[in-house]
């Protein structure tokens, strides 16, 4: 255990650490070490003698919770934290949920439907109702009825409360509240939540079971939330239904980076918690480690226009740095050329690498012109050659467990634990065994009117009366004993891993991709290769640090639950990040780009009528600035083009927030001219720098606000996937546990003991536990130190 732990804090994130009074708010600014703060805080609980059952941490992102588990184990390296409740609010109450399903009228193995599933179950209920699909859009709909769940609004309760059916009358889709009940019977008939009914059958347990509420209330002592400005009504309850007159709550999260309420995110659950919770202690975390003071004072300067907020000072020791530049441009055209050359001259002069640079845009049809831009290398210089394209990625394109070949496979995991709808509509025809659509939407219409799942129909499609020839009831049994095959794996005793890999052999899922040697078909091969790889490392990690075999029920659920953020795995290689701000949040670069900061932008012109969406909006701005560590560069234009057209645009009214002495006013020559066509802006400048744009006096720059115009139409954003060797998969087979490495008695280790492991690599024993269970800490030189289990970890002693 490191002793000094608490040492190596600040002042003001030591006080939130030690305060174990009463109820807390720790408002922490951008990069104010918000994480230090949960995990010191865990730490030092488990530290003072509260059991990590007692413990509930909630945060939103499963990376996040990996990253605290992690440092608090570095810093308690003797603490057995299998036992914490620390993940996401829905792996959390997933986990609650299936120790109490019965008491909501479901099974324990009930299936998660990510959000896909979700659309695709709305989408054949849109079908069997007769509705129309383009004004009943499956994919609004879906966000439609997760709004409802997330404001704990129920089939009953809509049809209760007129206000929420008049809504979807004034949106012309009268209809929608028969939807919603037929899509929550199915889900019940098919032992199926969706994420946000973890949030509301949570609440519902709670809310109608006060035995359940009163022993949860009672396990807590201590419950701590990450990012509660993000949470939304359903999350907020919850919270409020768990903590007890004698629990502690502490809540981190910083108002002004409230940016997500399209998602339902409710800034007032952070900004009333006074309210709720009397006695509350408020500490503010304002040292800043991430930026420079000028960054920093840009943004403090922003976002003091903001009325409702919980007022706070950001500062920094790291230096005054270089002051925000605000470059004017004549047209979005050449404030794209504007990005590309000061990317390729900060690179060149200052040494920075590409992946040093993030570009951040309000919505994602800015990135077409961005990306022509980089993709030609920007302007010519001054010699008239032309450079070298930049490289580019766009950030969070298709994540990994949403492609076809992932899904298909996933599906078949399913069908192992609870074969649902959507998993059998998915794959009972793949790989193709002659089930056709008709043949599909007739199970499924017996099912609907018989009110039973699918797999009902069919297992015993005579006593349900389905109406098909005996030719298909052949394929539809053959189907059933694939599934009946596949199911004897699980019931073998076997873990994720083995059943997993047993079910892409049977199923023949990479045998008919082998055939195919196409750069697409092997890139599809590595996908399920690395389905199984990423199996193999949970139920490894699983059996390491828990000392039980994980079922594939449990890597299910841990599947399902992963995030966008989290699946984000194209960060190979040295490219520049084009992003929009919302998805920006929480990251950090050395050189922020945020382009197009004009009204109808910056704020959106969807987000101008109440005070309340200017104040997101200026936030938004606030959390673009924030991201960066050394240059923030704002870039605004004369003009965009709308419809065709070049339109007049005005800059951003955030700009006219901000103190003019704190900004470096930069504009290009044409902007400054306003001669000559859109079409040839680049190559008439004349450059007074290597970038194309001159210096003035902040003082001397001048609004001019242009009248209110609609902002250019949205286009579909070109992706661009970062290259990758692709080499063809051979055989199914998972990444090796060890490499030779075995089993060992403590006899054999000693302190100091160097090991070799197969994931965590080479790392130095520092502490032997031979109490219960034997247990070593090793301190690996990748990762730092873990905690495992000796029984099950396996390993080679190298010195």
């Known amino acids: 255990m490191q002793s000094n732990y608490i040492e190596q804090l600040n002042p003001q994130q030591k006080a939130a650490v030690l305060y174990t009074d009463g109820p807390e708010l720790v408002i922490a600014g951008a990069g104010s070490g918000k994480t230090r703060v949960l995990t010191y805080k865990i730490a030092y609980l488990l530290d003072q003698g509260v059991a990590p059952w007692q413990i509930m941490a909630l945060t939103f992102t499963n990376k996040a919770a990996r990253e605290m588990r992690e440092r608090v184990e570095l810093l308690l390296d003797a603490q057995d934290l299998g036992k914490l409740w620390m993940g996401t609010f829905h792996s959390i109450f997933a986990r609650i949920l299936r120790l109490n399903a019965e008491k909501i009228g479901f099974k324990s193995n009930y299936t998660i439907y990510d959000a896909s599933d979700s659309v695709s179950a709305i989408k054949h209920i849109i079908k069997d109702l007769g509705y129309d699909d383009k004004v009943y859009k499956p994919s609004s709909i879906q966000a439609r009825i997760s709004n409802l769940k997330n404001a704990m609004v129920s089939p009953a309760d809509y049809k209760r409360d007129k206000r929420w059916a008049q809504e979807d009358i004034e949106a012309k889709r009268p209809y929608l509240g028969v939807i919603y009940d037929a899509y929550c019977t199915q889900c019940r008939n098919s032992q199926a939540l969706d994420f946000d009914d973890l949030l509301y059958y949570t609440n519902v347990l709670l809310r109608d079971n006060p035995d359940v509420r009163a022993r949860y209330m009672q396990q807590f002592k201590y419950i701590l939330v990450d990012e509660y400005q993000d949470t939304n009504f359903a999350q907020d309850l919850i919270i409020k239904q768990l903590a007890g007159d004698d629990t502690k709550i502490c809540v981190v999260g910083d108002d002004a980076q409230s940016i997500y309420s399209f998602r339902g995110a409710n800034i007032d659950n952070i900004l009333n918690l006074q309210s709720i919770y009397p006695g509350l202690k408020i500490f503010k975390l304002e040292e800043n480690y991430r930026s420079t003071q000028n960054i920093l004072d840009v943004a403090n300067s922003l976002i003091a226009a903001n009325t409702h907020q919980y007022r706070k000072h950001i500062f920094t020791h790291n230096g005054a740095g270089k002051k925000v530049r605000v470059i004017r441009c004549a047209s979005d055209y050449e404030e794209s050329y504007i990005i590309a050359n000061t990317i390729a001259s900060l690179k060149r002069q200052a040494g920075y690498k590409w992946s040093d640079f993030a570009v951040l845009y309000r919505t994602n049809s800015q990135s077409r012109v961005i990306e022509k831009a980089l993709n030609s290398g920007g302007l010519a210089n001054d010699h008239g050659h032309m450079r070298s394209p930049i490289p580019y990625r766009i950030y969070g394109g298709l994540a990994f467990f949403q492609r076809k070949e992932v899904k298909d496979a996933l599906c078949y995991f399913k069908m192992v634990i609870n074969p649902d709808d959507e998993a059998i509509r998915r794959i009972i025809n793949y790989p193709r065994r002659g089930i056709g659509d008709t043949t599909v939407e007739k199970i499924h219409r017996c099912a ?167 104040e997101e909006e200026r936030r938004l701005l606030y959390v673009a600035i924030t991201r960066a560590k050394e240059n923030c560069i704002m870039l605004y234009s004369d003009t965009v083009v709308m419809a065709g057209k070049p339109t007049p645009v005005a800059p951003s009214r955030f700009i006219m927030d901000i103190d003019p002495k704190l900004l470096l006013m930069s504009q290009t020559s044409f902007a400054a001219s306003k001669a000559g066509s859109y079409d040839s802006y680049h190559s008439r400048w004349d450059r007074e720098n290597e970038e194309g744009y001159k210096e003035h006096n902040a003082h001397q720059y001048q609004s001019h606000r242009a009248s209110d115009s609609p902002t250019r139409a949205e286009s579909q954003h ?82």
């Open 448 to 614: 609907a009117r018989k009110k039973v799942s699918m797999w009902e129909v069919i297992t015993r499609p005579g006593f349900y009366g389905l109406d098909v020839n005996r030719g298909t009831l052949g394929k539809i049994a053959s189907f059933k004993a694939k599934v009946d095959e596949i199911q004897q794996l699980d019931r073998a005793g076997k873990d994720a891993y083995e059943t997993a890999r047993g079910i892409i052999e049977k199923t023949g899922l990479l045998e008919i991709l082998m055939g195919d040697k196409t750069p697409e078909n092997i890139s599809r091969q590595e996908n399920l290769q690395e389905l199984l790889n990423s199996v193999k490392e949970y139920v490894d990690n699983h059996l390491e640090e828990t000392g039980n075999v994980a079922t594939l029920a449990e890597y299910l659920t841990d599947a399902a639950l992963a995030t966008d953020q989290d699946n984000d795995q194209n960060a190979d290689g040295d490219c520049v990040t084009l992003m929009t701000v919302h998805a920006a949040k929480g990251l950090e670069y050395r050189n922020v780009i945020i382009s197009g900061v004009e009204d109808n932008r910056f704020p959106s012109y969807k987000n101008q009528d109440r005070l309340a969406q200017i």
């Open 718 to 799: 070109l992706q661009a996937a970062s290259p990758r060797r692709l080499t063809p998969v051979r055989q199914v087979q998972g990444r090796p546990t060890t490499g030779g490495g075995s089993a060992h008695t403590p006899d054999e280790l000693h302190v100091g003991t160097v090991i070799k492991h197969a994931r965590f690599g080479e790392g130095t024993v520092t502490n032997i536990d031979l109490t219960t269970d034997a247990k070593i800490t090793v301190n690996f030189n990748a990762l730092g130190q873990k905690l495992l289990l000796l029984k099950f970890a396996k390993f080679d002693i190298v010195g």
